[in-house]
């Protein structure tokens, strides 16, 4: 409440009463501030501007709540647009390129057709990625579909695959533990895939990549991808699994950096982590944990 008095001089004196009711143990109490002097027009000069402040700040959150939502519409417009535009035309090529290989082909012929091939691949696992990235980011996260699996027989037929994907490449494989985990097959077989193609960009191409498979009571499920090369930096490491982060691969294929961002969802999914651990002396290693079962998961 604003108050005014009136000296007999003729000064005014300028007020202001703020008055609070609270109850305390039981009571009614009243509290009471009375402010005399100049310090009103002040107050008034800084209630007028912190309305103003309040106003601005409402006006921008709204304007970034509705440019998430424009986002939003876009990210679901360009999930249509991959799904169909890119999709049919390159299973068009793909099957193109299985009716051309029944014919009889020259060395130089079945060498290029190879090569598009895996061209071919690449850019769907490229389109798989960056659909499940949206899926990731605007949706209620990645699908997956855990059933009891023997890990170390899902393991060897994916590493099969990506042998022939990579013939100049030796890609071994360890095994330890012989029991069956809870994993979607297909999930895993998309992280090694992503696993894999990282260490072939940026490890040494004259040595092996190890991926090792591993089940037990006390450690639970584990796969686990080691190249050797150089390591990571330190800084990099810190944001490696963030989408869009790539390191230096000179000479080798380059992604849109969501290969790691779509491991750690595809764990996390399971109920796991994944941890590297990259030095000069012993290589680089992507490790993936998760629980044996979906009752032990982390919520």
């Given at each position: 409440?604003?108050?005014?008095?009136k000296?007999?001089?003729?000064?005014?004196?300028?007020m202001?009463?703020?008055?609070?009711r609270r109850?305390?143990?039981?009571?009614?109490?009243?509290?009471?501030?009375?402010?005399?002097?100049?310090?009103?027009?002040?107050?008034?000069?800084e209630?007028?501007?912190?309305?103003?402040?309040?106003?601005l700040?409402?006006?921008?959150?709204?304007?970034?709540?509705?440019?998430?939502?424009?986002?939003?519409?876009f990210a679901?417009?360009?999930?249509?647009i991959?799904?169909?535009d890119?999709?049919?035309?390159?299973?068009?090529?793909?099957?193109?390129?299985?009716?051309?290989?029944?014919?009889?082909?020259?060395?130089?012929?079945?060498?290029?057709?190879?090569?598009?091939?895996?061209?071919?691949?690449?850019?769907?696992?490229l389109?798989?990625?960056?659909?499940?990235?949206?899926?990731?980011?605007?949706?209620?996260?990645l699908?997956v579909?855990?059933?009891?699996?023997?890990?170390h027989t899902?393991?060897?037929?994916?590493?099969?695959?990506?042998?022939v994907?990579?013939?100049?490449?030796?890609?071994?494989?360890?095994?330890?533990?012989a029991?069956?985990?809870?994993?979607?097959?297909?999930?895993?077989?998309?992280?090694?895939?992503?696993?894999?193609?990282?260490?072939?960009?940026?490890?040494?191409?004259?040595?092996?990549?190890t991926?090792?498979s591993?089940?037990?009571?006390?450690?639970?499920?584990?796969?686990?991808?080691?190249?050797?090369?150089p390591?990571?930096?330190?800084?990099?490491?810190?944001?490696?699994?963030?989408?869009?982060?790539?390191?230096?691969?000179?000479?080798?294929?380059?992604?849109v950096?969501l290969?790691?961002?779509?491991?750690?969802?595809?764990?996390?999914?399971h109920?796991?982590?994944?941890?590297v651990?990259?030095?000069?002396?012993?290589?680089?290693?992507?490790t993936a944990n998760?629980?044996?079962?979906p009752a032990?998961r982390?919520?």
């Amino acid at each position: 409440m604003k108050l005014e008095v009136k000296h007999r001089d003729g000064t005014v004196l300028p007020m202001i009463l703020n008055a609070v009711r609270r109850e305390r143990s039981g009571a009614i109490v009243h509290d009471l501030a009375l402010s005399i002097g100049r310090d009103r027009d002040v107050y008034e000069r800084e209630l007028v501007m912190s309305r103003e402040e309040l106003r601005l700040l409402v006006h921008e959150a709204t304007r970034l709540e509705e440019q998430a939502k424009d986002r939003a519409l876009f990210a679901e417009q360009m999930v249509g647009i991959v799904s169909h535009d890119l999709r049919n035309p390159l299973s068009a090529i793909h099957l193109g390129l299985l009716a051309l290989s029944r014919g009889a082909l020259n060395s130089n012929q079945i060498r290029i057709l190879g090569r598009i091939s895996q061209s071919t691949e690449r850019a769907h696992r490229l389109i798989a990625d960056l659909l499940d990235f949206t899926a990731a980011r605007v949706g209620k996260g990645l699908k997956v579909s855990p059933r009891p699996i023997d890990l170390h027989t899902h393991v060897a037929e994916a590493l099969e695959e990506l042998r022939v994907a990579y013939p100049d490449r030796r890609i071994d494989h360890l095994q330890d533990g012989a029991q069956a985990c809870w994993a979607d097959p297909d999930r895993l077989a998309q992280m090694l895939g992503n696993l894999v193609s990282n260490a072939v960009s940026y490890g040494d191409p004259a040595r092996a990549i190890t991926v090792s498979s591993l089940v037990s009571d006390d450690r639970g499920a584990q796969v686990e991808v080691h190249n050797f090369g150089p390591p990571i930096p330190v800084a990099t490491v810190e944001h490696l699994f963030e989408p869009m982060v790539r390191g230096d691969a000179s000479g080798a294929a380059r992604s849109v950096g969501l290969g790691l961002y779509i491991v750690r969802q595809i764990i996390e999914a399971h109920g796991g982590h994944v941890i590297v651990r990259s030095t000069e002396a012993a290589g680089t290693a992507f490790t993936a944990n998760f629980p044996l079962d979906p009752a032990s998961r982390r919520v």
